[in-house]
Every structure is written in structure tokens, then in C-alpha cells.
């Protein structure tokens, strides 16, 4: 059996196995962890109010499983923020949290800025446009972290059922997934092709890990971790939980162009990093047709993806991790010593 279907049969679980909320809590107290959920948001307000409410009420009110339940806004114009708050949760806005170091627009700068402003241990991120939530989405993640401390990040896959989109007719989810990222994998990181849904914005992770790895700012964090953290420390730090089924909102055809475009420049970015890339040519500009008046008009969109130091390089951050009071589950080591001990479990 080779390294990736082993990996496959003993890393891949399902969220039934960790349904028992107050086992887990049993081995968060054990552990003397704390647990944050962060959930990034730009004008969610169709489904934020009843992904907090639910996620509130069976793992804070009834089950203290969380400490803590937070959305990270990019400037919503909606009512997102008012709803979340009503929901439950603590809100930021992802431009008030380190000011100093500026403000960049995306998914992946308000992650980034969750592990300043959040407490946790361990972080739990979701997608916000979950229309069929249910608390496995948070269990199912944990569950791993909790039983096996030789695991560090989680990814969900699921099934991603077809549903009718006004625009692009009948559709299913992860066209970006299996047309560009699965095959881009399978060719230079082949290991990592063994992720089901490698772009899940449903996973979770040691702060130990996340503190260490650069973010893009925006879609192409999720990818980044596992190839950054795969060549740090392999396969064996990661699981991945069936979570069953998600629905959520389809994105049409041209905003999936340009978010494979910043997705490209993430992933060509490491392979030029380990000498498998010439530098792209200049321009930073994504080509796209559209039909206008009986004919075909070339639409041109500039698409950068910056990206942001580990944050474990940022003083202010150093400093406030500082200030906080080590408990037996918050590592009160250096960065450097609490992941060795992490991986030395299983002899990375």
C-alpha cells in the first residue's frame, strides 16, 4: 500500500464518528484547549443569521463546545454584520484588526487576521453561503484534532449536489476543483491530490501550524496551506472528514475564471519557489469573452494575490501572544518547539 492510500484509509473519516458533542468536550477540557470558530463574510445576509443561530445554540448554549463563535467581515453592505451580531456572534471588521499592517480585500486576509484578534488553540473556518447547516460542519472537523494529536488541519469534503443556477442552468459544484486545481495537484503535488474537495473553505487547524504559513489574501489561501504545509511536514499532519452533503450558492462561469486565475498565481508562485516555474510573463491581466449585441467582447480584469507573512513574523502579534496567560492546552512555548513536539509524535 503506498503513502497515499494509506493515507486514504486511515485519514479519511466520517462526521458520524465524532456525533458525540460531550465526548469531545470531555477531551477539549482533558487537553486544556480553546476553541474558535471564525467565519469569513462579504454581504452573506441570506444565510449568516441561521449558520450562527444553529452553530450558537447546539455548541455554546447546549454543548459548551466553543469559546468562541466570530465572523471576520470584508465591509459587507448588507446587513450581515447586523444579523450575525443578533445571531450570537462576536463581529470584526477585518480592516480594523492590525492597522498598521493595512487592509487588503479578500478571504484569506480576514483568516489571516483571525489569528490575531481570536484566542484559539485550535480554529474551526467555514464558508459563510452554507445553506444547510447543521453542527457536523463543526464536529466532524474537530473530532480528528481531538482524538489524535499527532493530526494538525482537517480538511471537510462532501458531496456538492446540482442544483438549477438562473445563469448557468444546471450545475454542480467544484468545477474549479476537477477542470483546474485536481489535475494541477495530480501533476506537481500528486500527494495532494488525494484531497477530495482541496478548495473546502470547511476545515480546521492547529494555531501552532497556521502562525508559521503565509496567507493570500484571497481565494487561493486554502490551497496554499496544504501545499505549504505539506512540504514542511507531510501527508501524515492531515486528515480530511466526509461531512456528508453541502449546498450553497453557485458562482458563475466568469467569476469562476478569475477565481482559478488567483488561484493559478498562488500555485505557480510555490512551484517557481522550488525551481519548477519560469517567471509569467508581466500583465497580471485574466482575458474573458462575453456576448454583447450579437458579438463577442473581450472583458480584461487586473488580478493580483498578494500575500501575508506567517504571522508568527508580525511584532504586534508576537506581542499579544505574549500577553496572553499560558494555560496547559496554549503551548507556552516557542512556535518552533511546540511544533516539533507536535510532529514528533509521529516522527516528522
Not at 488567483?262 to 456576448?291: D, I, N, S, T, W
Amino acid at each position: 500500500m503506498d503513502t497515499v492510500e494509506r493515507w486514504l484509509a486511515t485519514r479519511t473519516f466520517h462526521h458520524g464518528q465524532f456525533a458525540a458533542v460531550e465526548e469531545l468536550l470531555r477531551r477539549k477540557e482533558e487537553q486544556g484547549l480553546t476553541l474558535s470558530l471564525c467565519i469569513p463574510t462579504l454581504n452573506e445576509a441570506a444565510t449568516i443569521g441561521a449558520l450562527v443561530t444553529c452553530l450558537r445554540s447546539a455548541l455554546g448554549d447546549r454543548v459548551p463546545l466553543l469559546d468562541e463563535i466570530a465572523v471576520i467581515d470584508s465591509g459587507s453592505i448588507d446587513r450581515t454584520v447586523e444579523l450575525a451580531a443578533a445571531a450570537g456572534a462576536s463581529v470584526y471588521r477585518a480592516a480594523d484588526i492590525l492597522p498598521a499592517t493595512g487592509s487588503q480585500r479578500g478571504k484569506g486576509e480576514n483568516l489571516w487576521k483571525a489569528l490575531y484578534q481570536l484566542r484559539g488553540d485550535i480554529f474551526v473556518f467555514l464558508d459563510a453561503d452554507i445553506a444547510t447547516i447543521d453542527p457536523r460542519f463543526v464536529t466532524g472537523l474537530l473530532g480528528p484534532l481531538l482524538r489524535h494529536p499527532e493530526i494538525g488541519y482537517v480538511k471537510a469534503c462532501y458531496d456538492r449536489p446540482f442544483c438549477r443556477n438562473e445563469a448557468d442552468g444546471l450545475l454542480g459544484g467544484g468545477r474549479v476543483t476537477e477542470i483546474l486545481v485536481r489535475p494541477f495537484l495530480s501533476l506537481h503535488f500528486p500527494e495532494l491530490a488525494a484531497f477530495i474537495q482541496p478548495l473546502a473553505g470547511e476545515y480546521a487547524a492547529r494555531r501552532v501550524l497556521l502562525e508559521t504559513i503565509p496567507f493570500p489574501v484571497g481565494y487561493g489561501v486554502e490551497v496554499a496551506h496544504l501545499v505549504d504545509l505539506h512540504a514542511r511536514h507531510g501527508l501524515g499532519i492531515f486528515a480530511q472528514t466526509d461531512l456528508g452533503e453541502r449546498c450553497h450558492r453557485h458562482r458563475s462561469n466568469a467569476e469562476l475564471g478569475r477565481m482559478a486565475y488567483a488561484l493559478l498565481q498562488v500555485l505557480e508562485r510555490r512551484l517557481r519557489a522550488r525551481g519548477g516555474r519560469p517567471e509569467p510573463g508581466a500583465g497580471g491581466l485574466l482575458h474573458q469573452f462575453v456576448r454583447h449585441h450579437g458579438a463577442f467582447r473581450r472583458e480584461t480584469a487586473a488580478i493580483d494575490e498578494p500575500e501575508r507573512p506567517p504571522m508568527q513574523e508580525v511584532a504586534a502579534y508576537r506581542q499579544r501572544r505574549q500577553a496572553i496567560p499560558s494555560g496547559h492546552g496554549s503551548w507556552p512555548l516557542t512556535t518552533a518547539t511546540a511544533v516539533d513536539r507536535l510532529f514528533a509524535i509521529v516522527g516528522h
